[in-house]
């Protein structure tokens, strides 16, 4: 026992850091040490199943994790990301792959379960190279965990689903008796969770003791896990289940950080165990099948992926980042096919098959994502150097000269009032070049191009950045360098506006609202209200909206309570349109 220890932590300790230092991510470096250590490899280990097994408590935690993250309000909050980019990802990808295995011959069921496991994504393995990258809260990071928690949510039935749809479960029939017990167990799991495992957690915060409270909740996890087993439902179910009750526990953050180190390591020793069971006789038999399916497999989902975040409004780059960050195969793919195995649903070489193309997918990943940075880099080589900016000394800097950025531009060149333009986007740049504005190409969220700009000395700064993500870069940057700077930014819509408030910038205007006014205030006209009428209406719809703003901005955290506000300020909108004696339409 201690001898197969030391080997895992000797593997992990070599081949992680090397995967980390290339580039590649700590997943592709615990499978490849699961291989070089595995039965197939030099083999140190020869028992991947029973390892395998064991190490499936990393995924059990990892639900747990999921669960305690899952609070209702949250979910609300992501419920476009969830619901409609995460839900229609796999309704597409799963109907996609379920017409290929009937294709192929296989059953309804058995596409069915194909389908849903190869629909998932490697949770593990996109949220650690997030969170490596530091790019988890960029909006591809926020896209892509929707998705995976949708994919994680989806999981859960589907791991309870399939002992049921294999032959074993359905040749008994139906059992009511276990129904029974699964409903009794999720209500002694509601019930427990409220009135006696909050006060056993109060209890042991009272004693003070960390060591108690990791072993409580260690304790209660994987309780919670084998009454699920217990039961006849997936041990992962259960523990999600526990996740989500305790989601508004006063002890969510302890939690959390108490299960972290062990659901790191033993996630980790999960990836070695499926480095282990990796059939390299399979992969070495056809190389060049396998890798080409599973390079299909990837470009598949990358296509729909891309296609789905591009139908929720996301840009290219950010559709093409969260397409690179998941289209590859997932760990549960791994739990729900060896499931369909023990069932009896699936068969073996089909499973072993399967895991081949999932496992070179995931190894693929890192690769793929190595590969775009590097033809990122070049692309950007070859794109024309940043100006350099001599010493300016304006009153006023412009970031993005588009259409905003030159309507500022024209009025201060006109009344000699000196500023410096930026943008980043060399096409603009000649563009505007031509019709004889002086304008430098780079990018505004580099604090040494700002200094180069005169932001020490300089009194205004416009924010006229079109991209959000790119505005609210450079926004995070003139708050924290250039403080005597007084911001005015432009705002693409209300949750920009937000953001920007968030970020300490009291002057925000939306884009779009004073020119949709006038075009209001046209039509107006144009039905008969008078100048003055139609004048006075849009001023009172204006100043009804800006305070309107201003009180869902204080409420943005709390989905009810924002819109419950909104409602009620739509009736107060109503009402004071309606006020004095303005002119009212009456058709013909």
């Given at each position: 026992m201690?001898?197969?220890?030391?080997?895992?932590?000797?593997?992990?300790v070599v081949f992680v850091p090397i995967s980390k230092k290339l580039g590649l991510g700590s997943v592709l470096g615990y499978l490849i040490a699961g291989i070089v250590v595995g039965p197939q490899g030099i083999g140190f280990i020869t028992d991947s199943e029973s390892v395998l097994h064991f190490a499936e408590l990393g995924v059990v935690l990892l639900l747990f994790v999921i669960g305690l993250e899952i609070q209702p309000r949250k979910l609300?909050?992501?419920?476009?990301?969830?619901?409609?980019?995460?839900?229609?990802?796999?309704?597409?990808?799963?109907?996609?792959?379920?017409?290929?295995?009937?294709?192929?011959?296989?059953?309804?069921?058995?596409?069915?379960?194909?389908?849903?496991?190869?629909?998932?994504?490697?949770?593990a393995f996109a949220l650690q190279t997030l969170i490596e990258t530091n790019?988890?809260?960029?909006?591809?990071?926020?896209?892509?965990?929707?998705?995976?928690?949708?994919?994680?949510?989806?999981?859960?039935?589907?791991?309870?689903?399939?002992?049921?749809?294999?032959?074993?479960?359905?040749?008994?029939?139906?059992?009511?008796?276990?129904?029974?017990?699964?409903?009794?167990?999720?209500?002694?799991?509601?019930?427990?969770?409220?009135?006696l495992i909050r006060p056993l957690f109060r209890f042991i915060a009272s004693s003070k003791s960390r060591d108690i409270f990791t072993a409580a909740t260690l304790l209660i996890v994987l309780g919670v896990a084998a009454l699920m087993q217990q039961v006849g439902l997936s041990a992962a179910l259960g523990t999600f289940i526990a996740g989500v009750l305790l989601a508004d526990s006063e002890y969510r953050h302890e939690l959390e950080s108490d299960l972290e180190p062990f659901k790191s390591l033993l996630m980790g020793l999960f990836f070695m165990a499926v480095g282990m069971s990796i059939s390299l006789e399979l992969i070495m038999e056809k190389p060049f099948l396998i890798l080409g399916i599973a390079l299909l497999y990837i470009s598949l989902k990358f296509i729909i992926i891309y296609l789905?975040?591009?139908?929720?409004?996301?840009?290219?780059?950010?559709?093409?980042?969260?397409?690179?960050?998941?289209?590859q195969g997932g760990e549960f793919a791994f739990v729900l096919l060896t499931l369909a195995l023990r069932s009896e649903l699936l068969q073996q070489e089909l499973v072993l098959t399967l895991?081949?193309?999932?496992?070179?997918?995931?190894?693929m990943s890192p690769l793929l994502l190595l590969g775009h940075q590097l033809w990122q880099l070049r692309w950007a080589q070859a794109k024309p150097a940043f100006d350099e900016i001599k010493s300016e000394v304006p009153d006023v800097i412009i970031a993005g000269f588009g259409r905003v950025g030159q309507i500022f531009g024209r009025i201060l060149r006109a009344q000699g009032i000196p500023f410096v333009a930026i943008d980043h986007d060399a096409t603009q740049v000649e563009l505007v070049r031509r019709f004889?504005?002086?304008?430098?190409?780079?990018?505004?969220?580099?604090r040494e191009?700002?200094?180069?700009?005169?932001?020490?000395?300089?009194?205004?700064?416009?924010?006229?950045?079109?991209?959000?993500?790119?505005?609210?870069?450079?926004?995070?940057?003139?708050?924290?360098?250039?403080?005597?700077?007084?911001?005015?930014?432009?705002?693409?819509?209300?949750?920009?506006?937000?953001?920007?408030?968030?970020?300490?910038?009291?002057?925000?205007?939306?884009?779009?609202?004073?020119?949709?006014?006038?075009?209001?205030?046209?039509?107006?006209?144009?039905?008969?209200?008078?100048?003055?009428?139609?004048?006075?209406l849009i001023t009172r719809f204006r100043e009804h909206d800006?305070?309107?703003?201003?009180?869902?901005?204080?409420?943005?955290?709390?989905?009810?309570?924002?819109?419950?506000?909104?409602?009620?300020?739509?009736?107060?909108?109503?009402?004071?349109?309606?006020?004095?004696?303005?002119?009212?339409?009456t058709k013909g």
């Open positions: 201690i001898e197969q220890a030391l080997v895992f932590i000797t593997a992990a609300w909050s992501m419920r476009v990301g969830l619901l409609g980019l995460g839900g229609l990802q796999i309704l597409v990808t799963s109907l996609l792959f379920f017409a290929i295995g009937l294709g192929f011959g296989l059953s309804m069921v058995v596409s069915a379960v194909v389908a849903i496991s190869l629909s998932l994504s490697s949770t790019r988890l809260n960029t909006t591809f990071g926020q896209s892509a965990f929707s998705i995976l928690l949708m994919q994680d949510i989806v999981a859960i039935p589907a791991l309870a689903i399939v002992p049921v749809l294999g032959a074993k479960a359905m040749s008994g029939g139906l059992d009511l008796k276990g129904a029974l017990l699964v409903v009794w167990a999720i209500l002694g799991m509601v019930i427990g969770s409220r009135y789905v975040a591009r139908l929720f409004r996301l840009n290219h780059e950010n559709a093409k980042m969260t397409g690179l960050m998941i289209s895991a081949a193309i999932i496992t070179v997918s995931m190894a004889g504005n002086k304008v430098y190409y780079g990018d505004a969220s580099r191009l700002l200094e180069a700009a005169g932001a020490a000395k300089a009194k205004f700064f416009i924010l006229a950045v079109d991209d959000m993500e790119g505005s609210l870069s450079v926004a995070e940057e003139v708050k924290s360098h250039f403080p005597n700077l007084t911001i005015l930014a432009r705002a693409r819509n209300r949750g920009h506006a937000f953001d920007l408030r968030d970020l300490g910038i009291e002057v925000v205007k939306r884009e779009t609202l004073e020119s949709s006014l006038l075009m209001v205030e046209e039509l107006l006209m144009r039905l008969g209200f008078s100048k003055a009428k139609a004048s006075s800006e305070l309107m703003l201003e009180e869902q901005y204080k409420h943005r955290s709390d989905d009810q309570m924002f819109i419950s506000v909104s409602k009620q300020g739509a009736a107060q909108l109503e009402e004071v349109l309606k006020q004095d004696d303005l002119q009212t339409y």
